[in-house]
């Protein structure tokens, strides 16, 4: 039998790549009309571009709280 250990931080960091490759997707699904020659995409597409951002902050908080937990107590 294996027993996984969850970490402190593990949650946050698969929900920030998560998030982060849903922003990857957005971007690319809102760069590919400039290529193409069609018409662009209404603004909200744009808007979820920032998912990008946001996952990777969301990840960074994951690491942080990880190491976190993982330091000693003075």
Known sequence: ?????????DRLIRVGAIVFFLGALSTLATMAPLFLG??????????LCML???GFLIAAAGVI?????GSPKP
């Open 1 to 9: 039998m294996s027993t996984t250990f969850s970490g402190a931080g």
């Open 65 to 69: 709280r990880s190491v976190r937990a």
């Open 38 to 47: 069609t018409d662009p995409l209404p603004s909200i597409a744009w808007s």
């Open 52 to 54: 990008m951002g946001v």
